[in-house]
């Protein structure tokens, strides 16, 4: 059973690394809106928007849904705070293999 939750955590982690990709990824005003990318109507960056990933339909859903997100937008604090949680979970399961050897 912990072999198969590792595994799950380091596939959540991965695509917790896949969806930051997008945040560091400078999108223009006139791309967001091409593009209907979501941002902040607050935006205070000039050139670029500040993008927040939301979820696309069906596969994107079903990403959310096995990061256990419930919002369709997600910051990303929030999703640091996320892979945060799956690490310390993590290395809490690389512990307690390593104390039963």
């Known amino acids: ?3 198969l939750e590792k595994e799950n955590l380091r596939l959540k982690l991965t695509l ?3 969806i930051k990709q997008f945040y560091n990824y400078e999108i223009t005003h006139e791309k967001a ?4 990318v979501k941002y902040s109507e607050n935006d205070e960056l000039g050139e670029f ?9 069906s596969s994107g859903e079903y990403a959310w849904k096995s990061l256990g997100l ?5 910051s990303e604090s929030e999703l640091d705070e996320l892979e945060n ?3 310390e ?3 809490i399961l690389l512990t ?6």
């Open 1 to 3: 059973m912990n072999e």
């Open 16 to 18: 917790i690394s896949m």
């Open 33 to 36: 809106n091409k593009y209907s």
């Open 49 to 57: 928007v500040q993008c927040y990933f939301h979820m696309f339909e």
């Open 70 to 74: 419930t919002n369709i937008i997600v």
């Open 85 to 87: 949680k799956l690490k």
């Open 89 to 91: 979970r993590l290395l």
């Open 96 to 101: 307690q293999e390593k104390e039963n050897k």
